[in-house]
């Protein structure tokens, strides 16, 4: 179903997801609203003043998290100058936070297939401090060869793998400079405790998926950071039984 420029757009659209447009509708794009279309679950852009729809790959979770996201972002990445995002999935996140952080540069990242869908977001917006997505497998792909003053993930740990969550934590390890932090975004267990029912449901519904999913215990990914030469200095609480770790790469 397309949505057509009329009283009936804003119908259309879940509060949820017009509410979180308000971050990309004063960037770049203006004259630009978008909305989702529930059957295919791609975003549905309406350029308003050429009428022409162009797809693009789509998470309404994206829409929904990024403002208290960048709420944390902004002023933990004051002083940042570049940041390595791991699994940046659609593109839209870079696209959303890169024009709010000043000088900094993204340097967005993901495996082989989800670079055409990372491109078309960043050609839509030709962002200047944000820079196309590197080839990064965790668990195969060598990872840059820099030193990043940060690292950015969201909603990766509980789709990973075991093996791949580990070799995230030891390759941020190496990339990140001392003093510097690595934020992981999404839903975490406390010594093996489901902090809502629903993300107990939400662990389930993975494993269904993927016996290999599931929701990550706070005690075991310490132990990661810290063989990684990371120390925990922020857990922070967020919408939706979500969190925001933050590490600090120590000398």
Excluded at 159 to 176: D, K, Q, S
């Amino acid at each position: 179903m397309w949505f057509t420029l009329s009283r009936n757009l804003r119908a259309g659209i879940p509060n949820r997801i017009w509410d979180g447009c308000a971050l990309l509708l004063r960037q770049q794009r203006p004259d630009r609203g978008f909305c989702a279309d529930a059957g295919d679950g791609r975003l549905k852009y309406l350029n308003w003043k050429y009428g022409i729809p162009v797809d693009k790959p789509f998470a309404e979770s994206c829409v929904e998290n990024s403002a208290p996201i960048l709420e944390v972002l902004r002023p933990r990445l004051a002083d940042c100058r570049r940041l390595l995002e791991i699994g940046s999935g659609t593109g839209q996140h870079a696209v959303y936070f890169a024009p709010e952080l000043g000088r900094l540069v993204w340097q967005t990242s993901d495996r082989l297939e989800n670079h055409p869908g990372i491109n078309a977001w960043l050609r839509e917006y030709g962002l200047s401090n944000v820079a196309p997505p590197i080839r990064l497998d965790v668990l195969v792909d060598p990872w840059p060869d820099a030193a990043f003053d940060a690292v950015f993930s969201a909603n990766t740990a509980h789709i990973m793998p075991i093996a791949a969550v580990e070799a995230m934590f030891a390759g941020v390890g190496r990339v990140l400079r001392t003093g510097g932090r690595f934020l992981l975004y999404g839903p975490f267990n406390y010594d093996g405790a489901f902090t809502a029912p629903s993300n107990e449901r939400f662990d389930a519904w993975l494993k269904e998926r993927d016996s290999a999913m599931g929701i990550r215990d706070t005690r075991w990914l310490a132990g990661l950071a810290a063989d990684a030469g990371m120390r925990l200095i922020e857990d922070i609480e967020m919408p939706v039984n979500n969190r925001t770790l933050v590490w600090r790469r120590e000398a």
